[in-house]
T-cell receptor
Framework: EDQVTQSPEALRLQEGESSSLNCSYT??????LFWYRQDPGKGPEFLFT???AGEEKEKERLKATLTKKESFLHITAPKPEDSATYLC????????????FGTGTRLKVLA | DAGVTQSPTHLIKTRGQQVTLRCSPI?????VSWYQQVLGQGPQFIFQ???????GRGNFPDRFSARQFPNYSSELNVNALLLGDSALYLC?????????????FGQGTRLTVV
């Protein structure tokens, strides 16, 4: 069964303290891996798409990387406004183009 | 440019009632998907539509149904509401249905069943 696991469930960082979020996946075949940011009570906001192992993408303080079994979202020198839930999703080659989401990592950055 | 718009933003219904949620995709986008997000969980896939045809259905009971209109907007209907249907319902739109197309989400409809 296709599955996505994110860790840690929650993370508290001091402003400027860099860290990484993990997304492990098990799929029959990977079409794509997606990272989203979600603020409380809002819809997910698209961040990155990764398609193949070794691929990396960057946006401001965020950098996403992909291996054959997992993806990392690296946050460099985070600010309080980076506080949110970060969701990872995969599209599998079997079946529809649906997204299979993990449960997310709740990030809190303290000033 | 307007993003994905959903209505209503909040809704309170009684057990056994029926509800209709609406979604307008980004202009030019032809695919709409629906997801259910229970508090503290990731979104779960319900339906995907492309060019007014159903392209995928998640593991939800037949009480859930949807359709897409010629203008690519979509409705999600839920009959015989249960307390467990309380959730944030998200609509996502994409230009087409294929690998290298990102999905963009609306703000969601918060449904509370009492």
């Amino acid at each position: 069964e296709d599955q996505v696991t994110q860790s840690p469930e929650a993370l508290r960082l001091q402003e400027g303290e860099s860290s990484s979020l993990n997304c492990s996946y098990t799929v029959s075949g990977l079409r794509g891996l997606f990272w989203y940011r979600q603020d409380p009570g809002k819809g997910p906001e698209f961040l990155f798409t990764l398609y193949s192992a070794g691929e990396e993408k960057e946006k401001e303080r965020l950098k996403a990387t992909l291996t054959k079994k997992e993806s990392f979202l690296h946050i460099t020198a985070p600010k309080p406004e980076d506080s949110a839930t970060y969701l990872c999703a995969v599209q599998a080659t079997s079946g529809t183009y649906k997204y299979i989401f993990g449960t997310g990592t709740r990030l809190k950055v303290l000033a | 440019d307007a993003g994905v718009t959903q209505s209503p933003t909040h809704l309170i219904k009684t057990r056994g009632q029926q509800v209709t949620l609406r979604c307008s995709p980004i202009s030019g986008h032809k695919s709409v998907s629906w997801y259910q997000q229970v508090l503290g969980q990731g979104p779960q896939f319900i339906f995907q539509y492309y060019e007014k045809e159903e392209r995928g259905r998640g593991n939800f009971p037949d009480r859930f149904s949807a359709r897409q209109f010629p203008n690519y907007s979509s409705e999600l209907n839920v009959n015989a509401l249960l307390l467990g249907d309380s959730a944030l319902y998200l609509c996502a739109s994409s230009f087409v249905v294929k690998q290298d197309t990102e999905a963009f989400f609306g703000q969601g409809t918060r449904l509370t069943v009492v």
